[in-house]
C-alpha cells in the first residue's frame, strides 16, 4: 500500500515500535476498567466484590426492567438528533468563523467558548428556568435543545481545528473553474474537512450519550435517558444489572462499527 | 462580491448563533442576574440586589480552592497532551486501522461516566485487581493505598478528558500532506527533525483545540474528587454543584461559576491570541 | 440516593416554628421574583382531586432511586390496568427545582419532609381525598402521622423513614462501638468511612457533644468543625453509597452509613451491623404526595392505596432496608422492626430545615473539606 521509501524505513521502524507500545498502553488505560466491568457482569454477587461464579442472570434481568429499554430508546433518539443538528450547525459556524470576516464574528467566537467553560449543573439550572418561563412541557425535544447547544461549541472548536491552515487554493480553483459555492462546498471543501467532521460528530454523540447532569434537569415524566436511568441505579449499590447494561451497549456498539467499517471498505 | 461574501458569511453562523444565544447565552444570563440577588430560602432568589456573594467569594478559603483547582486541571491538560498526542499521531498515520483506532479512542465514553468511574473505584481499592495482582506476584506485601488519593483524582479526571486531546490533534494531523515530511527527509532531515520542524508546528492548532477541550471542561469536574478522591478535598466544580443542592444558594453558586467563566473568557482570548492564532487567524479572499 | 438536607420536621421547638413560618414567606417572594418559575404554576390552592371514579390510563410515578418494591409497580399495574410511568431522581432539591418548572407531568412525587414544608409554602402539592384511602389508613403506625409540616396529613403519606449510624463489621473489629466518636480513634485509621453529606456529618458531630442536629449556634457549630476535622485524617474518606461494596470486602470496618443501606450490606455479609451511637442521631421520613396540575390523581389515590397495605408495605421495606410506617406491615413481619428498633428510636432527633443558617453549615463543611 505505502510507496517504496528505502530513506525513512531504518530509522522509523524501531521509532513504529515504540509508538505502538505507547498507543496499546494509553488504549489498555482506557479499556481496563471496562473489561473489569465487563467481566463483573457475568458476576453471581450482588455486590461485585470478589468472584463467586459465573451468571448470566443480570442480562436475564435486564428483560424485567422496562425503565433501561426506554432509555437506550430514549437516549439513542436524543443522542442522533442532537448530533445532526449540533454537527450541522458547528460545522457551519466553524466555516463561517474561519473563511469569512462579518460583524459580530469577535463576538461569536467569545460566544462559542461559554459553553466550554459553564458548569453542567448551571446550564442544566439556568435551561430550566428558561423551560419553565416559557412554559415548555419537558421531554425529549427538552434534552435535546440543550444537548445541541452544549455539543455546537465543541463541534466547531475541532472543524476549526481541521480547517486552519488548510489549503485553500483548490476551493479557489473551483469556484474560478465555474463550480457554485453549494457545489464547491461539496465536491471539495466537504471531502477535505470530513475528518474534521467526523470527529467532531463523534465527540457529540458521546457527549450526548453520556451526559447526566444537564439531562436530570431538563428531562421529564418518561424521557429519562439511559445515564438517567444508570446513576439512579449505581447511586446507592453497584447494581450488576448496569455492569450488563453497559456490556450490551459495548458490545452492540462495536459489532454497529465493525459492520459499518466492513461495508464503507466494500464500498 | 465582497459584501455577498460577508453575507454568506453571516448567513452561515447564524442558525449556530440563534441557538447559542437563545438557549445558552439568555439562560446564563439569568443566572447572571440571579447571582447578584439575595439568596431565597428555598432555593432561586430573593428580590433586591447585592455583592455580597462575590465578595464572598474572595475569602481565602474559596480562593484557595480555586487555586487547586487551576493546578489540577493544568496538571490534567498537560498529562492528555502527553497520553493523547502520540496516539493521535499514531491514528493519524494508521492507514487502514485509522476508524478502528479512532473508535477505541471514544468507546469507553459510551458507557455512563459513573459506571467509568466505579469501574476504576474496582481496580483501585485496597482488595482491587492492581493490588491484588501485586502481592499474588510477590511484588508487594502489603496493599498500596491507591484509591481516595489525589493520583486517583488525577487518573480519573484524565480518563474523563483524553479523547478531548485526542480528537481535535487527530483532525488537524490527519490533513498533513505525507508528502512534506518525505519532502523534509529527501532533503536530508532525520525523522526527528522533520517531526519537530514540520508536523509539530501544522498540528499546533489541534493541540491549542485539545489543551482548550481538556482544560476548561476540566476545572468543572467533580465527580472524580467525589468518587476517587474521597471527597476529601473541594474543587470548584464541587462547591458550585454544593451550592446548587444541600447548600441551596443558587446566587453564590452562580457567582463561583461567574468568577470561574470570566476568568476562562479572559485567559482564553490571551491565549489564542498568542502564538497559536497565526494558524488559526482568518484570511480573507 | 443522596440523603442531603433530607428533613422532617418533628418535635420543633418555636423558634424553629417562627423560622419556618417566615421562611414559608419568604419562599413566596423568592417565587415571585422567579417570576420565570411562577408563569406556569396554578393561581389558587383549589380542591382536593377527587380520588374517587373510573381510573386514568396512565400514572406517572417520580422517586428516589431504588426506592420501591421489586414487584410493586407490576403488581399494581396488574391489579388496576394503569400504565406506570417510572422516573427517579437523587435529591430533594432536584424534585423541588423540577416541579417548580411546572409542566413535568408526574402524578406522585416522594419528598422528605423538610421538602414537604417547601412543596406547600410553593403551592405545589395539593391536597389529598382522604375518603378514597379510609380502607388503608389505619395500618399507618400514629408515631409518623401529623408531623409538623403536615400536622392533619392532608398532602401526604408517609412511606418510608430513616436513620443513620454505624455500620460495623463485627468480625474484624474487636471492641464494640458505641459512640460517634470512633472516628476519632486512630487505632483504626485509614479503615473508617463517614458520610458524603453535610447535614449527616455535622449532625453527628453536633450529637457527639449533646447538641441538636439542628443547631444554628455558632459556638456549637465551631465544635463540630473541630472534632470532624480530628477525624479527617483517620478517615478513608466521606463517601456515600458506594461503600457498601467496600465495606462487605473489607477495605472499610466502621462506616457511617444509613441504616437501609447497612441492611443491604448485611444480607451479603451477616458480620455487617448497625449501631445506633448512644449520643444519638437522626431521622427522616418520605412521603407519598400529589403535585399539582396531576393529570392521574384518581389512579395516584389508588396507587396510595395500593401501597398501604400490609403486604405491599412490608414488601417495600424488606426490598429497601428502610423503616415502615406501616404498623399493620410490621405485625405481619417482625424481621422489619429495626434497626433502630423501636426502643432506640427515642434516641432519633428528626432533621429539620436550616433556613438561612444552611450557608454557615455550608461553609463550616467547605472548611472540614479544606482542612
New interface residues.
Given amino acids: 500500500?505505502?510507496p517504496w521509501?528505502p530513506?525513512?524505513r531504518r530509522?522509523?521502524t524501531g521509532?513504529n515500535r515504540w509508538?505502538?507500545a505507547?498507543?496499546a498502553l494509553?488504549?489498555l488505560?482506557?479499556?481496563?476498567?471496562?473489561l473489569?466491568?465487563m467481566a463483573?457482569s457475568f458476576n453471581a454477587?450482588?455486590?461485585?466484590?470478589?468472584w463467586t461464579g459465573f451468571t448470566l442472570a443480570w442480562f436475564r434481568g435486564l428483560a424485567d426492567r422496562p425503565?433501561i429499554l426506554s432509555g437506550l430508546r430514549n437516549t439513542l433518539v436524543v443522542g442522533v438528533t442532537s448530533t445532526v443538528i449540533s454537527t450541522?450547525?458547528?460545522t457551519?459556524?466553524a466555516?463561517?468563523?474561519?473563511?469569512?470576516?462579518?460583524?459580530?464574528?469577535r463576538a461569536?467566537e467569545?460566544?462559542?467558548?461559554?459553553?466550554?467553560?459553564?458548569?453542567?449543573?448551571?446550564?442544566g439550572?439556568?435551561?430550566?428556568?428558561?423551560?419553565?418561563?416559557v412554559?415548555?412541557?419537558?421531554g425529549i425535544a427538552t434534552i435535546v435543545?440543550?444537548h445541541?447547544?452544549?455539543s455546537?461549541?465543541?463541534v466547531?472548536?475541532?472543524?476549526?481545528?481541521?480547517l486552519?491552515?488548510?489549503d485553500?487554493h483548490l476551493e479557489?480553483a473551483a469556484m474560478t473553474l465555474g463550480a457554485g459555492?453549494w457545489r464547491s462546498f461539496r465536491r471539495v471543501t466537504l471531502p477535505?474537512i470530513l475528518?474534521?467532521v467526523v470527529?467532531?460528530a463523534?465527540?457529540a454523540f458521546?457527549l450526548s450519550?453520556?451526559d447526566?447532569v444537564i439531562t436530570?434537569?431538563v428531562?421529564?415524566?418518561?424521557s429519562?435517558t439511559?445515564?438517567?436511568?444508570?446513576?439512579?441505579?449505581?447511586?446507592?449499590?453497584?447494581?450488576p444489572t448496569?455492569?450488563a447494561v453497559?456490556t450490551v451497549?459495548?458490545l452492540l456498539?462495536?459489532i454497529l462499527?465493525y459492520l459499518s467499517?466492513r461495508y464503507?471498505?466494500a464500498r | 462580491m465582497p459584501r455577498a461574501?460577508?453575507?454568506?458569511?453571516?448567513l452561515?453562523?447564524l442558525?449556530?448563533?440563534v441557538?447559542?444565544?437563545l438557549?445558552?447565552?439568555?439562560?446564563?444570563l439569568?443566572?447572571g442576574a440571579y447571582s447578584l440577588m439575595p439568596r431565597g430560602i428555598y432555593g432561586g432568589v430573593e428580590r433586591g440586589f447585592t455583592l455580597e456573594h462575590y465578595r464572598r467569594f474572595f475569602d481565602p478559603l474559596y480562593l484557595a480552592i480555586l487555586l487547586r483547582t487551576v493546578v489540577a486541571a493544568l496538571a490534567c491538560t498537560v498529562i492528555c497532551l502527553l497520553?493523547?498526542y502520540?496516539?493521535a499521531?499514531?491514528i493519524a498515520r494508521a492507514?487502514?486501522w485509522k476508524?478502528?483506532?479512532?473508535?477505541?479512542?471514544?468507546?469507553?465514553?459510551?458507557?455512563?461516566?459513573?459506571?467509568?468511574t466505579?469501574?476504576?473505584i474496582?481496580?483501585l481499592r485496597d482488595?482491587g485487581?492492581i493490588n491484588t495482582l501485586l502481592i499474588s506476584t510477590g511484588i508487594i506485601a502489603k496493599p498500596l493505598t491507591l484509591l481516595y488519593t489525589s493520583g486517583a483524582v488525577m487518573a480519573g479526571l484524565v480518563?474523563t478528558f483524553?479523547?478531548?486531546m485526542v480528537?481535535?490533534i487527530?483532525?488537524?494531523l490527519?490533513?498533513h500532506d505525507r508528502t512534506l515530511l518525505?519532502a523534509a527527509?529527501?532533503l536530508g532531515a532525520?525523522?526527528a527533525r522533520g517531526f519537530l520542524r514540520v508536523t509539530l508546528p501544522?498540528s499546533a492548532?489541534?493541540v491549542?483545540?485539545?489543551s482548550?477541550?481538556v482544560f476548561?471542561?476540566a476545572?468543572?469536574s467533580f465527580l472524580p474528587s467525589d468518587l476517587l478522591g474521597g471527597a476529601k478535598e473541594v474543587l470548584?466544580?464541587n462547591l458550585?454543584?454544593n451550592q446548587?443542592t444541600a447548600a441551596r444558594n443558587?446566587p453564590f453558586?452562580?457567582a463561583a461559576?461567574f468568577v470561574?467563566?470570566f476568568g476562562?473568557?479572559v485567559g482564553?482570548?490571551i491565549y489564542l491570541r498568542g502564538g497559536p492564532d497565526a494558524?488559526?487567524r482568518?484570511?480573507?479572499? | 440516593?443522596?440523603h442531603q438536607s433530607r428533613v422532617a420536621g418533628r418535635g420543633l421547638s418555636r423558634r424553629d416554628f417562627l423560622e419556618s413560618a417566615s421562611s414559608a414567606l419568604s419562599a413566596s417572594s423568592a417565587l415571585s421574583a422567579?417570576?420565570?418559575?411562577s408563569?406556569?404554576r396554578p393561581k389558587d390552592g383549589g380542591p382536593p382531586a377527587s380520588g374517587s371514579g373510573p381510573l386514568e390510563r396512565e400514572l406517572?410515578i417520580?422517586n428516589w432511586?431504588?426506592y420501591i418494591g421489586e414487584t410493586t409497580i407490576a403488581d399494581f399495574e396488574r391489579e388496576t390496568g394503569v400504565r406506570v410511568?417510572?422516573?427517579?431522581?437523587?435529591s430533594n432539591e432536584?424534585l423541588i427545582?423540577?416541579l417548580?418548572?411546572?409542566?413535568?407531568?408526574?402524578d406522585i412525587v416522594v419528598p422528605s419532609g423538610y421538602a414537604v414544608r417547601v412543596l406547600r409554602a410553593l403551592d405545589l402539592i395539593q391536597p389529598i381525598d382522604r375518603s378514597a384511602l379510609t380502607g388503608q389508613w389505619a395500618n399507618l403506625d400514629p408515631r409518623f402521622l401529623g408531623t409538623p409540616v403536615d400536622p392533619d396529613n392532608q398532602f401526604t403519606v408517609p412511606w418510608q423513614w430513616g436513620s443513620a449510624g454505624l455500620a460495623v463489621r463485627t468480625d474484624l473489629v474487636k471492641e464494640s462501638l458505641d459512640s460517634w466518636g470512633v472516628f476519632q480513634d486512630p487505632g483504626l485509621r485509614g479503615k473508617m468511612t463517614q458520610l458524603d453529606d453535610m447535614r449527616d456529618v455535622i449532625g453527628a458531630w453536633l450529637k457527639f457533644r449533646g447538641h441538636s442536629l439542628n443547631s444554628i449556634i455558632t459556638a456549637e457549630l465551631e465544635q463540630a468543625r473541630a472534632d470532624a476535622i480530628q477525624a479527617k485524617p483517620n478517615l478513608k474518606s466521606y463517601v456515600s453509597?458506594?461503600v457498601?461494596?467496600q465495606l462487605?470486602?473489607g477495605d472499610v470496618w466502621v462506616a457511617h452509613l444509613w441504616n437501609g443501606?447497612t441492611a443491604?450490606?448485611r444480607a451479603?455479609n451477616p458480620a455487617i451491623e448497625f449501631v445506633l451511637p448512644k449520643e444519638g442521631s437522626m431521622i427522616y421520613l418520605d412521603s407519598l404526595c400529589i403535585p399539582r396540575g396531576a393529570r392521574s390523581p384518581r389512579a395516584a389515590h389508588a396507587f396510595m392505596n395500593f401501597v398501604l397495605r400490609a403486604d405491599q408495605a412490608a414488601s417495600i421495606s424488606r426490598r429497601t432496608g428502610y423503616g415502615s410506617p406501616n404498623a399493620a406491615a410490621l405485625a405481619a413481619d417482625a424481621s422489619l422492626l429495626g434497626p433502630p428498633t423501636p426502643q432506640e428510636m427515642t434516641r432519633l432527633e428528626y432533621q429539620d430545615d436550616l433556613g438561612a443558617a444552611t450557608t454557615e453549615w455550608d461553609r463550616v463543611w467547605t472548611e472540614i473539606k479544606s482542612a
Fill in positions: 500500500m505505502s521509501r530513506w525513512r530509522e522509523t521509532t509508538l505502538a505507547y498507543v494509553v488504549l488505560f482506557l479499556h481496563l476498567p471496562l473489569i466491568l463483573f454477587s450482588r455486590f461485585s466484590v470478589e425503565d450541522s450547525l458547528g457551519m459556524l466555516l463561517a468563523l474561519s473563511r469569512y470576516r462579518f460583524r459580530g464574528r461569536m467569545s460566544l462559542l467558548y461559554v459553553p466550554l467553560v459553564t458548569p453542567e449543573i448551571v446550564v439550572i439556568s435551561l430550566l428556568v428558561l423551560f419553565a418561563a412554559g415548555v412541557r419537558l435543545i440543550a445541541v447547544a452544549f455546537i461549541s465543541f466547531t472548536v475541532v472543524v476549526q481545528a481541521r486552519a491552515g488548510m485553500r479557489e459555492p477535505l475528518p474534521g470527529a467532531g463523534l465527540l458521546t450519550f453520556d447526566y436530570s434537569f428531562a421529564g415524566s418518561g429519562s439511559l445515564p438517567v436511568v444508570i446513576y439512579g441505579m449505581v447511586r446507592r449499590n453497584i447494581d448496569v455492569n453497559s451497549v459495548l456498539t462495536t462499527i467499517d464503507a471498505r | 461574501r460577508r453575507l454568506q458569511g453571516w452561515l453562523a442558525p449556530a448563533a441557538w447559542l444565544l438557549f445558552f447565552a439568555l439562560p446564563i439569568i443566572l497520553l493523547g502520540p496516539v499521531y499514531a492507514g487502514k476508524n478502528l483506532l479512532l473508535f477505541l479512542v471514544v468507546l469507553p465514553f459510551w458507557t455512563s461516566v459513573l459506571v467509568r466505579f469501574a476504576m474496582f481496580l482488595t485487581l480518563y483524553l479523547p478531548f480528537l481535535p487527530y483532525a488537524s490527519e490533513k518525505e527527509a529527501v532525520r525523522p501544522l492548532p489541534g491549542v483545540a485539545g482548550l477541550l476548561i471542561p476545572l468543572g470548584i466544580g458550585v454543584q446548587f443558587w453558586g452562580s461559576s470561574v467563566m476562562v473568557l482564553v482570548a494558524g488559526t482568518t484570511r480573507d479572499l | 440516593m443522596s422567579l417570576s420565570a418559575l408563569a406556569c406517572a417520580y432511586s431504588d410511568t417510572y422516573d427517579t431522581y437523587e432536584d427545582a423540577k417548580q418548572a411546572g409542566a413535568t407531568g408526574y453509597a458506594p457498601k461494596a462487605i470486602a443501606d443491604q450490606a451479603a
